[in-house]
């Protein structure tokens, strides 16, 4: 079982988290955004040690990109990783990035969205509240437009291609409201800076880790069950890391989150573990992931507003509004909507 509160939480991070699991990625294309620091960095260097014929990682500074990539070689003798800037709160950004991939990449076997942020401060881009653009609706582009590709390398390879959520399980404490819920759109109401008060921005992060979940659940609904694509999220666990920890951020919700790192964090390279399991783990049985939540390399059930009838509510009604949006800064997205996507 999930942990569900905060106690359980601390209780589960007790447990000795899984070794890591490995797969011969010899021959396949996989793609990690957010490769650079933190999970992603240490996800890199597993997935380097497995020798995939590319291995694609990304940065949103490309100087810090150079320097994680020169630490990935230095650490794992891998040679074949490339660097690619993506900064997934401009949309301009995620679509060069996509059209790039489109263009370059002959297969894509797995692709791992690793980045996110934590910010208790109302910021809005591009007519959305950063929080949500980085952890959704930057990702949730980006998956989009990777569909085809995936498809392709599943019909020319007869291959089983993996996208991994990098959710959280943050996501058990926290719900969308009913008057949200009731509102024209939810994203857009989410971003309201009337809306985005103190107490809605301290947990705007479980909000966007709650979002990845649904997310995850609806794309693997929507891809064509033949040929298949395994859609999952998965959790880290409490890790330690920068993230969270700007020099923006309350002092109070700082000093929370450093002090439960402190008493019961994983590392950065055990949580790591977890993306690794999204993606190469349970070879052998591919439907156990398929639109499935893992915690500590096991399947678990969801936070129980994710299963209830609000929560399916929610999760149809933002995948429509995730699509109406991409559709009107991207046109390729509404072409692959038609020709890759099918109705749940």
């Known amino acids: 079982m999930a942990p569900r509160t905060y106690e359980q939480r601390a209780a589960y991070q007790t447990r000795p988290m899984p070794a890591v699991v490995t797969a011969d990625l010899s021959g396949k294309t996989l793609v990690l955004i957010g490769a650079n620091t933190g999970l992603g960095f240490e996800a890199a260097k597993h997935f380097a040690r497995m020798n995939p014929a590319r291995l694609v990682l990304t940065a949103r500074d490309e100087a810090m990109g150079k320097q994680a990539l020169a ?59 950063k929080t ?20 392709e390398t599943a019909r020319r390879y007869s291959v089983n291609p993996r996208l991994v959520v990098v959710a959280s399980d943050v996501h058990y404490w926290t719900k969308i409201e009913k008057h949200v819920i009731a509102s024209p759109s939810i994203l857009a109401k989410l971003s309201e800076k009337e809306y985005c008060t103190k107490e ?68 950065t390279e055990k949580g790591s573990r977890q993306l690794v399991y999204g993606a190469v783990g349970s070879l052998d049985n591919e439907e156990k992931l398929r639109g499935k939540y893992i915690c500590m ?40 909507a038609k020709m890759y996507l099918t109705k749940a």
């Open 200 to 267: 809605v921005m301290d947990h705007r992060y479980h909000d966007s880790k709650l979002l990845n979940v649904l997310f995850a659940r609806a794309l693997q609904l929507h891809v064509p069950s033949s040929p298949a694509i395994t859609v999952n999220s998965v959790t880290p666990g409490l890790c330690f890391s920068g993230l969270g920890l700007g020099s923006d951020d309350p002092v109070d919700q700082a000093e929370r989150l450093q002090t439960r790192r402190q008493e019961y964090a994983f590392t």
């Open 71 to 129: 630490q990935i070689q230095s650490d794992t003798s891998y040679s074949k990783a490339e660097l690619w800037v993506i900064d997934l709160a401009k949309f301009s950004s995620v679509i060069a990035f996509a059209d790039k991939a489109e263009r370059e990449l002959e297969r894509l076997d797995i692709l791992v969205e690793s980045a996110g942020m934590i910010t208790w401060k109302y910021e809005q881009v591009e007519g959305w509240e």
């Open 297 to 336: 390399s096991e399947v678990v059930e969801e936070s129980d507003f994710v299963i209830s009838k609000d929560g399916k509510i929610v999760q149809n009604k933002v995948w429509d509004e995730m699509l109406e949006i991409f559709g009107r800064i991207d046109p390729k997205v509404s072409k692959v």
């Open 132 to 151: 949500l653009h980085t952890n959704n609706l930057g990702p949730g582009l980006l998956a989009i437009r990777m569909i085809p590709k995936m498809l």
